[in-house]
């Protein structure tokens, strides 16, 4: 079914109004996706703080030209098929401070489930208003979470101080005992 004229004004500027609020945004393919599967995503997503919005190419490209933002002519070449925009974190005002967020959630989420199901494809994205192509979202899909990093970071801080306490107190005890 068609859309009305209104209908596109307003699909254009949601998109215009999520886009432009992004700290990270995923372009995928999802061209033969179950939608039970696709609901599955959005339910994903949700619970990490993050979204999807499947929107016509036409409106995409719209809503990018609207925003000032010229990544559409690098992405053009790269949808073949249906579009859907992973939204990561929303850095509008509102959004700040609510709870700590995951900036690579959305490339690490899509990849997951494109692993799953094989029509699923990632074609680029935009990550600090920068583009970054396929290679560079799985590279950043890589990328364990933020949690899991602070993790990492204070265990090795701890065990740099725990060997060095440990290397005085073998002093201590040498210095004692002589």
Same mark, same amino acid.
């Given at each position: 079914m068609a859309l009305t004229k209104e209908q596109k004004q307003k699909q254009v500027k949601d998109i215009k109004d999520k886009i432009s609020n992004q700290k990270s945004l995923i372009f995928v393919d999802f061209n033969n996706v179950p939608s039970k599967d696709m609901f599955a995503l959005r339910k994903t997503l949700?619970?990490?703080?993050?979204? /999807?919005? !499947?929107?016509?190419?036409? @409106?995409? +490209?719209?809503?990018?030209?609207? *925003? &000032?933002? *010229? $990544?559409?002519k690098k992405m053009k070449e790269n949808i073949p098929g249906q579009l859907a925009l992973v939204l990561g974190i929303d850095s509008s005002p509102l959004a700040k401070g609510e709870r700590v967020e995951d900036e690579v959630a959305p490339a690490r989420i899509a990849n997951k489930f494109s692993k799953d199901h094989e029509t699923f494809k990632i074609l680029g994205? !935009? $990550?600090? &208003?920068?583009? !970054?192509?396929?290679? #560079?979202? @799985?590279? /950043?899909?890589?990328?364990?979470? #933020? &949690?899991?990093?602070?993790? +990492?970071?204070?265990?090795? =801080?701890?065990?740099?101080?725990?060997?060095?306490? #440990?290397? =005085?107190?073998?002093i201590s005890k040498l210095e004692s005992g002589i």
């Open positions: 949700k619970e990490e703080g993050c979204g /999807l919005k !499947i929107a016509k190419k036409t @409106l995409v +490209r719209v809503a990018f030209g609207q *925003s &000032n933002m *010229s $990544f559409w994205g !935009i $990550f600090e &208003n920068k583009f !970054i192509d396929t290679e #560079r979202v @799985l590279a /950043l899909a890589s990328i364990p979470p #933020r &949690n899991e990093l602070l993790g +990492r970071l204070a265990g090795s =801080l701890s065990s740099s101080i725990t060997g060095f306490v #440990r290397v =005085l107190d073998k």
